[in-house]
């Protein structure tokens, strides 16, 4: 996802509109795969902004396959973000508050900002649906596909001693 940045580094506020489109496929990251099942869609804007700086701003659109946090299904996730990112030949001379990516041969790359924003912006428990049932915490069968029939004693352990009082007061 490269764009050439040659016609607008003369004149502070010249910019021009764009679209891009990408297939990633997948992006480990912290041991597990992110896996893209729709190329990645780039559509906004550049422009000088003075100082040496470039800007590119806009939205991004892609979904990527992953695991219900409840029932581990299999799960789609739309991702549409907007995003804005600074770009220079000197990116060294800013501060880390102000990321600035590097800007080589006159054309920015706005591949790995791109792939990061998307991940930084994951949901931490991705789901296959808001009112997803999970799994049986006892058997494991998937409570989105019924009830599992089997014997379920939720009894907090610290109230294990009235349970048993219970069941003594049902034999007499």
Sequence with gaps: MKLSVEGI???????????????VGRVEFKGEDVV???????RGRVE?????????WGEISTAIEDRCYRCLAKTHLEVKLDYNFKF????????????????????????????NEIILNLPSKILCSPDCRGLCPYCGADLNLGECGCRKTNVDPRLRVLEKLLDSDNHD
């Design 88 to 115: 220079s030949e000197n990116p060294e001379k800013y501060t880390k508050e102000d990321e600035v990516f590097l800007i080589e041969e006159d054309t920015i790359d706005l591949t790995t900002p791109v792939v």
């Design 9 to 23: 580094k003369q004149k502070v506020g010249d910019g021009f509109d764009f679209e891009l489109e990408e297939k």
């Design 48 to 56: 000088n902004l003075g100082k040496g700086l470039i800007g590119v």
């Design 36 to 42: 893209f099942v729709k190329p990645v869609s780039v």
